[in-house]
């Protein structure tokens, strides 16, 4: 049954659509173009809708008003984010980790990393991510054991982080994780007809999970990075905020540090202190 909320709210104006638009730049760094006005249309209206409101214009102009601000925006940004992941998305990265960049620093028998590797997985979504990266690390400690490691990771929406702490994932999400890893990392839900799976604990406690908007000028992270995971992030901003980004990870990464893009982002182009040293890995220059 179609009620009047369902007619009310159906149309975004373009100087509303542009005002929208504009707003989320602003925010988020998030570009609509104007062939997304339909996308953003539906993913607006479920909060309209929640709000008990008729209008696209009543909305905005909420949403930019002090209590709009203080009470809606992070509602807002939950919405207009695109959160899409997987466990072991794009494995070339996560092979490169294991095959390359762990067993070269440990050439030595890991005398150069007394301290702990630290990763951070920067627009972390549901968390699939950090617990894909904190698995690799994982199988690397019980190789070596004097090996340390530490996942850092961070979203700007509060509503995939959450899902993020807990854990807990459709056991279909396994279906690219390996039957070791499963067994090993993965507690099946012992409700009746439940296919749900949670992280292990041990795994869970490894990663820590924070809230941080990469518009911010300064990162406020507890630490310089290893190695920075920022994949399928910076495809949605600009050329100028995506500069502005990398070269803030370059500045909170390690000096000889790694940064991993998606697998269609790319720093060409762009003004930033990395080398490529594979298939959208970088690493820091070397100062001469
Ligand atoms: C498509 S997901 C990618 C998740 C994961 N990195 C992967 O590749 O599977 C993009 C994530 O970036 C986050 N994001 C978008 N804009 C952001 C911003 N300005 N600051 C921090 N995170 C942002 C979104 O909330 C979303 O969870």
Redesign the pocket.
Known sequence: MINDKDIYCYELSNAYFSKFSSFIYKE???NYPPDKKILLEGRLRRRIKALNMLEYEEYYNYLISPGGIENELIFF?NVV??????FF??PAHFNYLKDNLLPQLYADGGSRYRSSFSTW??????G??PYTLAIVMEEFKRQYSSFNYEVFA????SD?LHCAVKGVYPEDSLVDVDISFKKKYFLKSKAPGSRLVRVVPELRDRINFFR????DKVYNVPKKFNVI?????II?FDKKTQEEVLNRFASNLLPDGYLFL?HSETITGLNTPFTRISSTIYQLKQRV
Do not use: P
Request: aromatic letters at 6%.
């Open positions: 988020c760094g998030i940004i984010t695109t959160n899409k992941t997987d998305r794009e997985s920067a627009g972390c979504s549901s699939e991510e961070s979203d700007i929406s995939v941080l908007n990469l518009m995971f920022c994949r399928n992030v949605y998606g």
